[in-house]
Antibody, heavy 117, light 112 residues
Framework: EVQLVESGGGLVQPGGSLRLSCAAS????????MTWVRQAPGKGLEWVSV???????YYADSVKGRFTISRDNSKNTLYLQMNSLRAEDTAVYYC???????????WGRGTLVTVSS | QSALTQPPSASGSPGQSVTISCTGT?????????VSWYQQHPGKAPRVMIY???KRPSGVPDRFSGSKSGNTASLTVSGLQAEDEADYYC????????????FGGGTKLTVL
């Protein structure tokens, strides 16, 4: 079964850092485009970052320079390192596979990041 | 403000059909056949219902269909069922690596 499980969310103060993990099973992370999407409480979906199978990485302007997407092929796991966190980064963060670019399936269950003092 | 425009709500009675629109520009919806639709029940992760404008992934009922005309894409749900009540989001490739995908603001579908 193809599955994604996120972890690493929690409460962090403004300016702090957090690293999210997304463990994959049933497929190989490094052979796929993988993406992070977030959803602020009561709001819609926002694309955050993508890593191509070849390793290229791209970010939404709202997180560029603060967030870093990466993967560990040996652990078949995707990561999102989030630095200089702001209140507006508060959201549920989902990882998703991008089977043939520009659509997402499956999605993980999400992990909540709350940035607050 | 979302990049793609969706109506905030839609509704229909069981058995009826409902169509949800998603309006973008020639730089996203109108420029590429990479429109997707996602269903999200409260507290759950999104689930893809349609990709590449009109393709249905395995396991998605054929009651769900997608289309596009110009800068507007549409999702039609036929034979509405109670379990179709959810939020629906459209998305589109946005033409550049740094604006990879843009989403609509979401439509709350209510089955009356």
């Amino acid at each position: 079964e193809v599955q994604l499980v996120e972890s690493g969310g929690g409460l962090v103060q403004p300016g702090g850092s957090l690293r999210l993990s997304c463990a994959a099973s049933g497929f190989t992370v490094s052979s796929n485009y993988m993406t992070w999407v977030r959803q602020a409480p009561g709001k819609g979906l926002e694309w955050v970052s993508v890593i191509y199978s070849g390793g290229s990485t791209y970010y939404a302007d709202s997180v560029k320079g603060r967030f870093t997407i990466s993967r560990d092929n040996s652990k078949n796991t995707l990561y999102l390192q989030m630095n200089s966190l702001r209140a507006e980064d508060t959201a549920v963060y989902y990882c998703a596979r991008d089977p043939t670019p520009f659509w997402f399936d499956p999605w993980g269950r999400g992990t909540l990041v709350t940035v607050s003092s | 403000q979302s990049a793609l425009t969706q109506p905030p709500s839609a509704s229909g009675s069981p058995g009826q059909s409902v169509t949800i629109s998603c309006t973008g520009t020639s730089s996203d919806v109108g420029g590429y056949n990479y429109v997707s639709w996602y269903q999200q029940h409260p507290g759950k992760a999104p689930r893809v219902m349609i990709y590449e404008v009109s393709k249905r992934p395995s396991g998605v009922p054929d009651r769900f269909s997608g289309s596009k005309s110009g800068n507007t894409a549409s999702l039609t749900v036929s034979g509405l069922q109670a379990e179709d009540e959810a939020d629906y989001y459209c998305s589109s490739y946005a033409g550049s690596n740094n604006l990879y995908v843009v989403f609509g603001g979401g439509t709350k579908l209510t089955v009356l």
